[in-house]
T-cell receptor, first 118, second 111 residues
Framework: DVKVTQSSRYLVKRTGEKVFLECVQDMDHENMFWYRQDPGLGLRLIYFSYDVKMKEKGDIPEGYSVSREKKERFSLILESASTNQTSMYLC?????????????????FGPGTRLTVL | DAKTTQPPSMDCAEGRAANLPCNHSTISGNEYVYWYRQIHSQGPQYIIHGLKNNETNEMASLIITEDRKSSTLILPHATLRDTAVYYCIGPLPLGNEKLTFGTGTRLTIIP
């Protein structure tokens, strides 16, 4: 089974701190994603990566950056955490598309990290 | 923005079939509809997807109308563990990386 793990289930940080959220997948997937989930807003895509050292902005990249130095690991970075970044953060991975596309839309999600910024 | 419409909540008796509707009236020729679910305190889990033919797997069945503008996810014998939020996602073509999760349908299985 695909396993996507996230470094913490719960995290509490202070405003202005630099925060790293780590995600690791063990199925050699090319694609990795970071989402945040807020009540009433569903999941929103922050950044995704389709290869090592490659990244693309999602729908809400402001205030975030990412790093993908190894295929299995995708990090989300909050350079200076703010209270409006308090949220549930979800990581996902997917293999390259089976029909010659870059993405296979079946994504495998981690358990999430609930981040509170005080 | 989500291009699908789902009811916000539904109840279903344990052991009965749960039928979750979704409208996707803007669907075009090469676009699929995907279903995921999210059990409390877990990440979303892929269930099934379809283009125009009905689909079935070990988790569920997907019935797509002939005009493709709506679909129904069927859990044939719902159990308490099927209580979750169900997301109908799309329509989108294969190879599109952006899954747009709306607010889904909160399905509660009643003992």
């Amino acid at each position: 089974d695909v396993k996507v793990t996230q470094s913490s289930r719960y995290l509490v940080k202070r405003t202005g701190e630099k925060v790293f959220l780590e995600c690791v997948q063990d199925m050699d997937h090319e694609n990795m994603f970071w989402y945040r989930q807020d009540p009433g807003l569903g999941l929103r895509l922050i950044y995704f990566s389709y290869d090592v050292k490659m990244k693309e902005k999602g729908d809400i990249p402001e205030g975030y950056s990412v790093s993908r130095e190894k295929k299995e690991r995708f990090s989300l970075i909050l350079e200076s955490a703010s209270t409006n970044q308090t949220s549930m953060y979800l990581c996902a991975s997917s293999p390259s598309g089976t029909s010659g596309t870059r993405f296979d839309n079946e994504q495998f999600f981690g358990p999430g990290t609930r981040l509170t910024v005080l | 923005d989500a291009k699908t419409t789902q009811p916000p909540s539904m109840d279903c008796a344990e052991g009965r079939a749960a039928n979750l509707p979704c409208n996707h009236s803007t669907i075009s020729g090469n676009e699929y509809v995907y279903w995921y679910r999210q059990i409390h305190s877990q990440g979303p889990q892929y269930i099934i997807h379809g283009l125009k033919n009905n689909e079935t797997n070990e988790m569920a069945s997907l019935i797509i109308t002939e005009d493709r503008k709506s679909s129904t996810l069927i859990l044939p014998h719902a159990t308490l563990r099927d209580t979750a939020v169900y997301y109908c996602i799309g329509p989108l073509p294969l190879g599109n990386e952006k899954l747009t999760f709306g607010t889904g349908t909160r399905l509660t299985i009643i003992p």
